[in-house]
């Protein structure tokens, strides 16, 4: 429903529709990105912040801006984030669906991209049971009305390219569930997280990350009963200390 549309005519070009629900605005313009004019204006169709409007037919097709002005006065410039197509594949749900998809992490979570010449962050998360997926940061005043996540089908999988949105946000699911709950999750594949007792999700890139492991791996005179055993007490004392202390479980 929302975001850019073209509907067939025939012997024409097809109609181009652009559709925005920013809640608590009153006007909304639209630009090309490669231009500074304006190519058209949404009408408001209702009180709660759904606009749409005509634009023109264009090839090759650029991402736009929408120029919003809000109740308060105050006005922002952002790109549409539902410009963009979903970007996991039919392969990609096929895999997860059969439950063998290896390295699912790379889909799923915040992952910093650039599409269509636009720097952002794809986000995605598995909530087959929710009626309804936002993700919510700073980025968007944590308004979950502003970024609702799109459903691929019936695989339970929620996704979304928002532009602008880089490395070091703050971010979280809103889920409302089918019982009408909403609800605040962090994100079970996201690569950071805020150190406790903040506990927000953090986009992160693990591009130039230096490991340091290589001295552990390559030791060969512990066994390999030893580390096991090691580990074991590891766990065990953690988790005795934590219930003591009654502190949050940590093997730092």
């Not at 903040?198 to 290589?214: E, H, K, M, P």
Request: a neutral charge.
């Amino acid at each position: 429903m929302l975001g850019y549309h073209e509907y067939p005519q025939p012997d024409a070009p097809p109609v181009c529709v652009v559709r925005v629900f920013e809640p608590d605005a009153v006007a909304i313009t639209v630009s090309w990105e490669d231009e500074t004019q304006s190519i058209a204006e949404l009408t408001q169709l209702h009180e709660l912040g759904l606009f749409e409007g005509r634009i023109p037919y264009r090839r090759p097709l650029e991402p736009y801006r929408l120029q919003i002005r809000y109740r308060s006065g105050e006005q922002a410039l952002k790109h549409d984030p539902y410009f963009f197509a979903p970007q996991l594949s039919e392969f990609d749900l096929h895999l997860f669906g059969e439950g063998n998809h290896e390295r699912i992490y790379y889909k799923l979570g915040a992952h910093v991209t650039s599409l269509d010449g636009l720097d952002g962050t794809h986000f995605a998360v598995w909530a087959p049971n929710a009626e309804r997926v936002s993700v919510v940061g700073s980025f968007n005043l944590w308004d979950g009305r502003k970024h609702a996540m799109q459903l691929r089908a019936a695989s339970g999988i929620w996704e979304l390219f928002v532009p602008d949105v880089g490395a070091g946000s703050e971010y979280k699911f809103e889920i409302r569930t089918r019982g009408g709950r909403t609800i605040l999750k962090s994100d079970p594949y996201g690569f950071a997280m805020q150190l406790r007792p903040a506990n927000c999700s953090l986009v992160t890139t693990l591009d130039g990350f230096a490991w340091s492991d290589d001295a552990w791996l390559a030791a060969s005179h512990c066994s390999f009963h030893l580390r096991r055993m090691s580990r074991s007490f590891l766990a065990t004392s953690g988790g005795r200390a934590a219930s003591i202390t009654r502190r949050p479980r940590s093997y730092a």
